[in-house]
């Protein structure tokens, strides 16, 4: 059984860094784009940043751009999203995503991913 399992979530001041980590099992995902999304209760879930299997290829929404960096360790089966300079808006439930298909296109739809992870709370204070 798949599973995704983020962890690094919690409470900071604005100004502040987090790094959100999300670990795969049940199989790997070395050659599969993941990704990360964010949604605020009422909202549309948006996506945060995407990373190609081998670190090649990434994807940032230009709210985040500058600030966040996505990146993997494939022999560890693990994503991380670190986040810098967090801001209020940045509050959110973080989840993490994979893709079953190799392949790095669409990476901002969510629709494209297989796998979800339960999500994580960031919440940043003014």
């Known amino acids: 059984q798949v599973q995704l399992a983020e962890s690094g979530g919690g409470l900071v001041q604005a100004g502040g860094s987090l790094r959100l980590s999300c670990a795969a099992s049940g199989r790997t995902f070395s050659t599969n784009p993941m990704g990360w999304f964010r949604q605020v209760p009422g909202k549309e879930r948006e996506v945060v940043a995407a990373?190609?299997?081998?670190?090649?290829?990434?994807y940032y929404a230009d709210s985040v751009k500058g600030r966040f960096t996505i990146s993997r360790d494939n022999a560890k089966n693990t994503v991380y999203l670190q986040m810098n300079s967090l801001k209020p808006e940045d509050t959110a439930v973080y989840y993490c995503?994979?893709?079953?298909?190799?392949?790095?296109?669409?990476?901002?739809?969510?629709?494209?991913?297989?796998?979800w992870g339960q999500g994580t709370q960031v919440t940043v204070s003014s």
């Open positions: 990373v190609s299997s081998a670190n090649a290829n990434t």
């Open positions: 995503a994979a893709r079953r298909l190799n392949s790095f296109t669409a990476v901002s739809d969510g629709r494209r991913y297989d796998y």
